[in-house]
């Protein structure tokens, strides 16, 4: 059986070599538990150095999930919610984790995968008084569900939003490598700090075995989370291997070279995609694609790569969504690329 090539997700492959090494290294040295080994000392003074700030906390958490379940169970009183777009991560991919804290989400539509201010103030006007609940908190992704990213402009703007209506603003950086490397959007990692008051690094979708960092600007809002860590299963005692995760990535820029691979191997299938002549759901902006594509062209593809089939439009088209990740080979980018041209071909020689 032929093995195909997979778009399907960023975290298809392992991790970086340099993780492997270092976790290698440092295998057999002995190191506090809970996350006071050296190594993630270390991993911390790396990030805080692209924070222009050395005394945020800095707190590494497994995975995405629970980032979101410690930050937002932590923060909001019982009778708060979170604001978040209807495609949201929390909303949509979490079964229902928010809510079993005891949370509601006021889900609003989304622009392009974004929020708008207009649509977060329509949720706040709504609620007025002690019989609803008290959105207190906007999440948002960077970037969103939808690969699009959030301008340093949009995110002053949420930012000033949330400040004039008492909202802590919370980002959600599963896939925050994509949004500092995007060629469209001049950011970086202390602007995200500079808008949020609390944000997450993530590794998982981008070299890392496992991991996010979550990261408080208003430090104010750090108090007592290591306790709530522990009390919800997510105080490691090998802390190290987080540590080291982090560590290997950003003691240079190894985190943002590897996001910008991503992000230009999905440049190089969208720019083909157009000039095959199809169109997009949302402009490509960071490593997620969702080109809308025939079904013929996509049974095509799908007999030599995978790939996820997002949503049917009607009889003939569905998007479909397309992702590239740190580890993906030019190689079978090229490969792709050589299909849809090669389908093309065919639909103009039948025509």
């Not at 970086?16 to 040295?29: D, G, S």
């Not at 998982?204 to 522990?230: D, R």
């Not at 990740?325 to 690329?337: G, L, M, Q």
């Amino acid at each position: 059986m032929k093995e195909k090539i997979s778009f399907k997700n960023d975290y298809s492959e392992g991790a970086h070599p340099r993780i492997l090494e270092l976790l290698a290294q440092t295998n057999l040295q002995q190191e506090p538990g809970y996350g006071y080994d050296s190594l993630s000392e270390q991993a911390k003074a790396a990030i805080l150095r692209f924070l222009n700030d050395q005394e945020t906390p800095i707190y590494f958490v497994a995975g995405g999930t629970q980032a979101n379940l410690l930050v937002i169970s932590h923060l909001l009183k019982p009778y708060e919610s979170i604001i978040a777009a209807e495609s949201g991560h929390i909303h949509v991919h979490e079964t229902g984790a928010i809510e079993a804290t005891g949370h509601k989400i006021n889900t609003v539509p989304q622009s392009n995968g974004k929020l708008t201010p207009d649509n977060i103030l329509k949720v706040i006007s709504l609620h007025t008084d002690e019989h609803m609940v008290k959105p207190a908190m906007l999440y948002i992704s960077q970037t969103t569900e939808l690969g699009s990213i959030y301008s340093k402009e949009e995110l002053q703007e949420l930012s000033d939003l949330c400040k004039e209506h008492n909202l802590k603003l919370f980002i959600d950086g599963a896939r925050m490598a994509a949004a500092l490397s995007s060629d469209q959007h001049q950011l970086r990692l202390n602007d995200i700090a500079q808008y949020a008051d609390v944000f997450y690094i993530g590794v998982t979708k981008n070299a890392g075995l496992l991991g996010e960092a979550i990261v408080f600007p208003n430090a104010q809002l750090a108090e007592g989370f290591s306790y709530s860590l522990k009390q919800k299963g997510a105080l490691m005692a090998k802390g190290r291997i987080l540590g080291a995760q982090f560590l290997a990535l950003f003691e240079d820029d190894l985190y943002f070279e590897l996001g910008k691979h991503a992000n230009q191997q999905a440049m190089r299938i969208a720019t083909a995609l157009e000039d095959a002549g199809f169109r997009f759901a949302l402009q490509p902006e960071s490593n997620q694609l969702f080109p809308i594509l025939p079904h013929q062209v996509i049974e095509r593809l799908l007999e030599d790569f995978e790939f996820y089939v997002w949503e049917k439009l009607d009889a003939g088209e569905s998007i479909v969504r397309i992702v590239t990740s740190w580890a993906t080979n030019p190689t079978d980018v090229d490969r792709f690329i050589a299909k849809i041209n090669g389908l093309k071909t065919k639909q103009v020689s039948q025509g």
